[in-house]
């Protein structure tokens, strides 16, 4: 298999099991993604700062600009797969 076609298949796998899981993760989600509800679901549940101050921190200031929505995370990290990807392919151009 050359190189070309060794990650093309990893490509494709990769991104289809990433839609896959995205998509099995939102269907799941205990609200519909949108206007405020991951903010209202994420105060329900927020670890304890005491116990987990990292978790608890992270949490706050993701939330805190009131601009977070679940949905932009599959472009984000499709963005970061694909990415990954270029650099690959470029490097094999380069071999």
Not at 4 to 10: D, G, K, P
Not at 60 to 81: H, K, P, S, T, V
Request: charged share 20%; glycine share 8%; hydrophobic share 40%.
């Amino acid at each position: 298999m050359s190189p070309t076609t060794a990650l093309a298949t990893h490509a494709f796998s990769t991104i289809d099991a990433f839609v896959y899981g995205f998509a099995l993760t939102e269907a799941g989600l205990p609200f519909t993604p949108g206007e405020g509800a991951e903010a209202a679901f994420a105060s329900r549940v927020a670890p304890d700062p005491e116990e987990y101050p990292y978790l608890a921190r992270s949490l706050l200031e993701l939330l805190e600009g009131g601009d977070y929505a679940f949905e932009d995370e599959f472009r984000n990290g499709l963005e970061l797969i694909l990415d990954g990807l270029a650099q690959r392919l470029n490097r094999s151009a380069e071999s």
